[in-house]
């Protein structure tokens, strides 16, 4: 099957707190996670990205941990900061059977609000 | 390096007719894909194309159809408008899928 998930939806934090969001994916040939990021009104933008061979890429306060076995991956942002205030999809390639080619599945996306 | 251009950025259409957007990729890029966005869907995948080939394509009906060409620019059909197609249409390019794929703006279809 070819899903993702993404929990939560919606998540609030203070200033300068952590935000942690959680994503599963169901295809175990899956090899590429990439984060972007939604400003309201703007397009998607790449954040940061994992392949299956690491478990962990960190980027300054930006950071994803991947899980291989448990199917999960998830985006750790430190010292959250008021413009870090946008939706947040989480994707996984899923390959094309018999194929070399991947399609790119987002997650629902989760909009984070930063409270000054 | 130009960013990723689509055309039009807003369209209004009734239902039964049929619409033709446009995209242009960074140039260099040979793969271009589409999404389809609304509210709490997140992006759903449309299809990918690569060399004028298309690769790969999400679960949506044979209403959706695209192109690309040799310069790589990308056009998505959509016949026999419905209400439910109402959405953000956005293209991304990449050098290939496996990698960041960059987003166009956007064409906001409105269908009455």
């Known amino acids: 099957g070819e899903n993702v998930e993404q929990h939560p939806s919606t998540l609030s934090v203070q200033e300068g707190d952590s935000a942690v969001i959680k994503c599963t994916y169901s295809?175990?040939?899956?090899?590429?996670f990439p984060w972007y990021k939604q400003e309201l009104g703007k397009r998607p933008q790449l954040i940061i990205d994992?392949?299956?061979?690491?478990g962990e890429k960190k980027d300054q306060r930006i950071a994803v941990t991947l899980n291989k076995t448990a199917k999960h991956f998830s985006l750790h942002i430190t010292e959250t900061q008021p413009e870090d205030s946008a939706v947040y999809f989480c994707?996984?390639?899923?390959?094309?059977?018999?194929?070399?080619?991947?399609?790119?599945?987002f997650g629902p996306g989760t909009s984070l609000s930063v409270i000054p | 390096k130009a960013g990723v251009t689509q055309t039009p950025r807003y369209l209004i259409k009734t239902r039964g007719q049929q619409v033709t957007l446009s995209c242009s990729p960074i140039?260099?890029?040979?793969?271009v894909s589409w999404y389809q966005q609304t509210p709490g869907q997140g992006l759903q995948f449309l299809f990918e194309?690569?060399?004028?080939?298309?690769?790969n394509k999400g679960n949506f009906p044979g209403r959706f159809s695209g192109r690309q060409f040799s310069n790589s620019r990308s056009e998505m059909n959509v016949s026999t408008l419905e209400l439910g197609d109402s959405a953000l249409y956005l293209c991304?390019?990449?050098?290939?899928?496996?990698?960041?794929?960059?987003f166009g703006p956007g064409t906001r279809l409105t269908v009455l």
């Open positions: 140039s260099g890029h040979r793969s």
């Open positions: 994707a996984a390639s899923v390959p094309l059977m018999k194929t070399s080619y991947d399609k790119v599945i």
């Open positions: 991304a390019s990449s050098r290939g899928l496996l990698n960041e794929q960059f």
């Open positions: 295809d175990s040939a899956s090899n590429y």
């Open positions: 994992i392949r299956s061979n690491v």
């Open positions: 194309y690569f060399s004028e080939t298309q690769r």
